[in-house]
């Protein structure tokens, strides 16, 4: 090898080693410095609450943005906005924390969830030093908001007897609850491994999805219902919908239906349990590689091996479902 390169070979050594040295320094204390906090449990914890009141103009609307704490929001007999936090805090060995903000912009309640630096100590929340612990309880007036989102990181978000325009929850861990809602557009729930439940709800429109957590639907009514799911189990129990679009990879799908929609399904490995009224009219189509494929309805009978296809009553609504190997069961309510 080369001097020259030799030469700077040696300088990259040094220049990384240095780094590295610093980089350490840096870390060693706020390591360090949580660490202790969190065994004694007193320098370096601290309890922390925040409490927000705002009035409220018609259309108005709410979002909450990234949180790791738990939501929770709740309708009540009042006209003004208010909120209330309690939980804790880590304060780091440079006497940094995070705080909770909330302002009016735009029409819109803003709770944002502020970490107190952007450098890489407070972005590796070391023992959950960049992060707020706790509960945010929401509370807002029975009359319609306009727009509702809400995205948690971990924390959990439960919202109850809420009216909106339209409204929308995410969450990569936590869980996401939401009843007594009504939308008059869009409803959307989206969780990773999170689990989502929508109870006695109704709206134009659900659209929910995760990733491998389960989906819920319980007493929903809307003119268009969307699920879909990777490895997660979807189930739906006295859903009212027009349309149903229901997508899986290899989790499970069963739909117990109030009224015969337009069904349309379609999965790999995933299986797909149809449970609709007696009385139900409609014309169905099940296409599938090597899944059974069963037909349990009066006076339905079906044709083919692999594709088959039947008619129930007038035949009014179509049931189309698709799958790989997932095994399709269509029944009538007793």
Same mark, same amino acid.
Not at 120 to 133: D, M, P
Not at 296 to 304: D, E, I, L, M, R
């Given at each position: 090898?080369?001097?020259?390169?030799?030469?700077?070979?040696?300088?990259?050594?040094?220049?990384?080693?240095?780094?590295?040295?610093?980089?350490?320094?840096?870390?060693?204390?706020?390591?360090?410095?949580?660490?202790?906090?969190?065994?004694?449990?007193?320098?370096?914890?601290?309890?922390?609450?925040?409490?927000?009141?705002?009035? =409220?103009?018609?259309?108005? #609307?709410?979002?909450?943005?990234?949180?790791?704490?738990?939501?929770?929001?709740?309708?009540? %007999?009042?006209?003004?906005?208010?909120?209330?936090?309690?939980? &804790?805090?880590?304060?780091?060995?440079?006497?940094?924390?995070?705080?909770?903000?909330?302002?009016?912009?735009?029409?819109?309640?803003?709770?944002?969830?502020?970490?107190?630096? !952007?450098?890489?100590?407070?972005?590796?929340?070391?023992?959950?030093?960049?992060?707020? &612990?706790?509960?945010?309880?929401? !509370?807002?007036?029975?009359?319609?908001?306009?727009?509702?989102?809400?995205?948690?990181?971990?924390? %959990?978000?439960?919202?109850?007897?809420?009216?909106?325009?339209? =409204?929308?929850?995410?969450?990569?861990?936590?869980?996401?609850?939401?009843?007594? =809602?009504?939308?008059?557009?869009?409803?959307?729930?989206?969780?990773?491994?999170?689990?989502?439940?929508?109870?006695?709800?109704?709206?134009?429109?659900?659209?929910?999805?995760?990733?491998?957590?389960?989906? %819920?639907?319980?007493?929903?009514?809307?003119?268009?219902? %969307?699920?879909?799911?990777?490895?997660?189990?979807?189930?739906?129990?006295?859903?009212?919908?027009?349309?149903?679009?229901?997508?899986?990879?290899?989790?499970?799908?069963?739909?117990?239906?109030?009224?015969?929609?337009?069904?349309?399904?379609?999965?790999?490995? #995933?299986?797909?349990?149809?449970? =609709?009224?007696?009385?139900?009219?409609?014309?169905? !189509?099940?296409?599938?590689?090597?899944?059974?494929?069963?037909? &349990?309805?009066?006076?339905?009978?079906?044709?083919?091996?692999?594709?088959?296809?039947?008619?129930?009553?007038?035949?009014?609504?179509?049931?189309?479902?698709?799958?790989?190997?997932?095994?399709?069961?269509?029944?009538? !309510?007793?």
């Amino acid at each position: 090898m080369s001097r020259p390169k030799q030469v700077l070979l040696c300088a990259l050594a040094v220049v990384f080693v240095a780094c590295a040295a610093v980089t350490g320094a840096l870390l060693l204390p706020t390591i360090m410095g949580t660490a202790s906090d969190a065994e004694s449990g007193a320098s370096g914890r601290e309890d922390f609450s925040r409490d927000f009141a705002f009035d =409220l103009s018609e259309g108005d #609307g709410l979002r909450v943005d990234g949180v790791s704490f738990d939501t929770r929001i709740e309708a009540f %007999d009042g006209q003004a906005l208010t909120a209330v936090f309690r939980g &804790h805090r880590f304060v780091d060995s440079r006497g940094r924390a995070p705080d909770l903000r909330a302002e009016k912009r735009d029409g819109m309640i803003v709770f944002t969830e502020v970490s107190p630096a !952007k450098d890489a100590l407070i972005q590796l929340n070391i023992g959950g030093a960049g992060q707020l &612990h706790g509960t945010l309880e929401i !509370k807002v007036p029975r009359a319609a908001l306009g727009q509702v989102k809400i995205a948690t990181v971990s924390g %959990d978000a439960q919202i109850t007897g809420v009216s909106a325009a339209s =409204l929308s929850a995410s969450a990569t861990s936590g869980k996401l609850d939401g009843s007594a =809602l009504n939308v008059t557009g869009d409803l959307r729930f989206s969780a990773v491994s999170g689990t989502a439940v929508i109870a006695d709800s109704a709206a134009a429109s659900v659209i929910v999805d995760t990733t491998s957590g389960s989906l %819920d639907l319980l007493g929903v009514t809307a003119a268009r219902v %969307d699920m879909s799911t990777v490895s997660g189990g979807l189930t739906a129990r006295a859903l009212s919908a027009e349309t149903i679009d229901m997508d899986s990879t290899s989790g499970g799908c069963d739909a117990e239906l109030m009224r015969a929609p337009d069904v349309d399904f379609s999965s790999v490995s #995933g299986g797909l349990k149809l449970t =609709l009224p007696k009385d139900a009219g409609f014309a169905c !189509k099940l296409d599938t590689v090597s899944g059974s494929l069963n037909l &349990h309805f009066p006076g339905v009978a079906a044709s083919g091996q692999r594709n088959r296809s039947a008619t129930a009553g007038d035949g009014a609504r179509s049931v189309n479902a698709s799958t790989t190997s997932g095994s399709v069961t269509i029944t009538a !309510k007793p």
